[in-house]
RNA sequence: GGCGCUAUCGUCUAGGGGUUAGGACGUGAGAUUCUCAAUCUUAAAACACGGGUUCGAUUCCCGUUAGCGCUACCA
């Protein structure tokens, strides 16, 4: 330990919490990617530090400005925000190749100039003859000088670090303890390819640096990479962030999330009618749990958490060692009852992107759409349902639910009697909930048959669904007159039809 | 193949040397009755296996098995 790296290793305890999102914008935001996002979202906010957002797009050929936008709204609608950048590693090569020069100078990277098809071969052969494939360092003992000229003169040729072929290489993973790996067993990672762009290994480690990132948290999947990242912040003297590796995220079938199994993008969820809020209380409860004791505290809702609420009781204790199978049952419920618990006034802006996305007009003032639903949301599963099983709610044109009307209203007498139970709504003076109801009653008992039949008949009518609020609460909604209306149209039944 | 990680109900998990192994989703049954996808009640459902250590392991250790990850001039 030199005396600069021990008072900067000072400087960095008063430093703030510093954490970064870095995703690599070659598709959408996926939904692993969104939860390692809400971890650093919920250590930066839990501990009032910055949340620095990073683009690694330097694999050029896969990488998008579209993805990069994307991914941005997906943060956003997930109601993540962050306090630095984005940065784009596609504008800060400079920076990384300064990086490999000194490692370069310092001895601890070299070139190599074996070509692809070289290595592939290399890598063929080995891999036949059992062995393990790895770089077997051929250009490590180039000497310096001739390598600069060799490269000078237009010779291709990557930057390879030289990982010390003895020892091990030693860090602590906030999740996963102590971890330690055979220097042996790794190889000679490329950190600057021939065209001079870094690959992850080296700008990672180098903006990471620069960022001055406290706490490296990401997916699993970048466990085994990290001793070669360790490797390099001690050949470039810095000192290391903390790590924390996040478990993987896994379809029904226990192999990492991927397309096949339907919907990986966050936006297709927003797309699905999920409200952004309940997808990320499902998130952040994948793969972490606040613990009993934190839960007890929080009262005797033990799987809603609010913001505030995550915020508080996130920790890097609580997460998980172990994947976690995606459970859309278990989003499904927590849409339902983020949609019960929210303000109508809440949930309208949703509803309307709904209604728009649907081409869909409601027709109604927006007093009665507030109470509208407000009577819907117990009953609502999803945002789509008041686009399309909920119309006749916000206006007069609504399809009828063919199967409810084949089970309900076929019978042609029955259509007779509600025609005419219409009539006597229409001419009523006082129409509430009970004089509804009373009125229905007394017109069943009146014509000799059961109430429910009258009820089941008018309810399809009504809203054209076989399910809906009670009967008599959505005729109060609805009013005197639509509710007559409505029990005197005449349309054809279902089965009726050629 | 090598290296690494992991292993509690079907799923997400709590717990942790002595517990009736707790909760949630889902599932079954019942209640309610104007419909249910609402509500209430209720049931079934787990410590992967084998060795240790210990008076006692689901918990600690080792191994086996299985799953996942990494093993690129991808990230």
Not at 104 to 112: K, Q
Not at 122 to 140: L, N, Q, S, V
Not at 393 to 419: M, Q
Not at 474 to 486: E, F, I
């Amino acid at each position: 330990m030199t005396d600069s790296q021990s008072i900067r290793s000072v400087a960095e305890k008063a430093t703030p919490t510093r954490v970064r999102f870095a995703p690599s914008p070659t598709g959408y935001l996926h939904v692993g990617g969104a939860r390692t996002a809400l971890f650093n979202w919920l250590f930066a906010r839990h501990f009032g530090g910055k949340l620095v957002l990073r683009i690694e797009d330097t694999d050029m050929e896969r990488s998008s400005a579209a993805m990069v936008t994307g991914i941005l709204e997906g943060m956003q609608w997930l109601g993540m925000d962050w306090d630095e950048g984005p940065f784009h590693q596609s504008e800060r090569l400079e920076l990384y190749r300064d990086a490999a020069h000194k490692l370069l100078e310092t001895g601890h990277a070299y070139h190599c100039f074996c070509t692809r098809e070289e290595l592939e071969l290399r890598r063929a052969t080995a891999a036949e003859a059992g062995e393990t494939p790895r770089y077997d360092g051929r250009c490590r003992h180039i000497p310096t000088a001739e390598a600069i000229r060799r490269s000078a003169s237009g010779e291709p040729a990557v930057v390879r670090f030289r990982v010390p072929q003895s020892g091990v290489t030693e860090f602590h993973d906030a999740v996963f303890g102590h971890m330690e790996f055979v220097n042996a067993e790794l190889e000679d990672f490329v950190l600057l390819r021939s065209d001079g762009i870094p690959t992850y290994h080296l700008s990672v480690v180098v903006d990471d640096i620069d960022m001055q990132i406290t706490h490296v948290i990401r997916g699993a999947d970048h466990l085994s990479n990290t001793p070669k990242q360790v490797l390099q912040y001690r050949a470039l003297g810095a000192s290391l962030p903390v790590f924390a590796h996040l478990p993987l995220i896994l379809g029904p079938d226990k192999t990492r999330l991927s397309k096949r199994h339907g919907a990986t993008s966050v936006m297709a969820y927003r797309d699905m009618g999920i409200i952004p809020e309940a997808f990320r209380n499902f998130l952040a409860v994948l793969g972490w749990s606040p613990g009993e004791a934190a839960r007890q505290a929080e009262g005797p809702d033990r799987e809603i958490f609010s913001t505030e609420e995550l915020i508080r009781m996130f920790s890097l204790d609580g997460i998980s060692h172990s994947n976690a199978v995606f459970n859309n049952d278990k989003l499904a419920w927590y849409n339902t009852e983020y949609i019960r618990r929210y303000q109508s006034e809440r949930l309208l802006p949703l509803i309307e992107k709904e209604w728009k996305s649907a081409a869909y007009r409601p027709d109604r003032s927006a007093g009665e759409i507030l109470a509208a639903i407000a009577l819907l949301q117990p009953r609502a599963r999803n945002l789509k349902d008041f686009a399309s099983t909920f119309q006749a709610y916000f206006g007069d044109k609504y399809e009828i639910d063919s199967a409810a009307a084949a089970k309900f209203i076929s019978d042609a007498s029955l259509r007779t009697l509600l025609a005419e139970l219409g009539q006597r709504y229409g001419a009523m003076d006082n129409f509430n909930e009970a004089s509804a109801e009373l009125v229905l009653r007394e017109f069943a008992a009146e014509k000799g048959l059961k109430a429910g039949a009258l009820i089941n008949g008018a309810r399809v009518l009504l809203t054209g669904q076989s399910v809906a609020p009670s009967l008599f609460a959505v005729m109060t909604y609805l009013g005197r007159d639509r509710v007559a209306r409505r029990l005197q149209v005449q349309t054809k039944p279902q089965a009726a039809q050629p």
